[in-house]
């Protein structure tokens, strides 16, 4: 099944700093979702746009869906120990399909204390 | 709060064995989900229900059926399992395309282990 190019892969940080991913894909998405996944548990909703353009945030969370619809960013401003985990991108409808979610390779956050 | 509920955090099965994975969602969704997800490979969509009784095959639909019965369950079945089945297992649940809101909520897995 398609994927969607998410990067960076993995990252290492220091507590406290800025953090940035993002997820590229070919093709055009009417909904743009961000998760998290903390080891063995499943993924939680952090995000959800719906809109060319649309700006929105999270606590110390901010998501972008990318004026082209086929790009979404998340940044995560002064991270902490417990950002430590997976996050996925996943792209839905426009030409994906109605129902189908297409979800990125994801980001391994590691945070250093 | 959106709860999806995945009936077992682990489960460990002899091959060859059937096997049940139940899932429960109480946000009245239309639409339900099963994946399985392994290192390197990402969230692969095994099957896919839009309504009772509806179905719809998604990637990798081999060796598993479903069973939808009532709206807020989903039941993902493995016929015979093999070893090669050992993984997690996510349930999602979903509003119905074309709404205002198509956001997807996760149960907290099952980590099946086919020995």
């Known amino acids: 099944g398609q994927q969607l190019n998410q990067s960076p892969q993995s990252m290492f940080i220091q507590e406290g700093e800025d953090v940035s991913m993002n997820c590229t894909s070919s093709s055009i998405f009417n909904t743009w979702l961000w998760y998290k996944q903390d080891p063995g548990e499943g993924p939680v909703l952090l995000i959800a746009?719906?809109?060319?353009?649309e700006l929105t945030s999270n606590g110390r969370l901010t998501a972008q869906f990318g004026i082209t619809r086929k790009d979404s960013f998340l940044n995560i401003s002064a991270s902490i120990p417990s950002d430590v985990g997976i996050y996925f991108c996943a792209g839905q409808g426009g030409t994906s399909g109605t129902y189908k979610y297409i979800f990125g390779t994801g980001t391994r956050l590691k945070v250093l204390a | 709060d959106v709860k999806v509920t995945q009936s077992s955090r682990y489960l460990v099965k002899r091959t060859g064995e059937k096997v049940f994975l139940e899932c429960v969602q109480d946000m009245d969704h239309e639409n339900m989900f099963w994946y399985r997800q392994d290192p390197g490979l990402g969230l692969r969509l095994i099957y896919f229900s839009y309504d009772v009784k509806m179905k719809e095959k998604g990637d990798i639909p081999e060796g598993y059926s479903v069973s939808r019965e009532k709206k807020e369950r989903f039941s993902l079945i493995l016929e015979s399992a093999s070893t090669n089945q050992t993984s997690m297992y996510l349930c999602?649940?979903?509003?119905?395309?074309?709404?205002?809101?198509?956001?997807?909520?996760f149960g907290q897995g099952t980590r099946l282990t086919v020995v």
């Open positions: 746009l719906y809109k060319a353009g």
């Open positions: 999602a649940s979903s509003p119905p395309g074309g709404g205002s809101s198509t956001e997807a909520f």
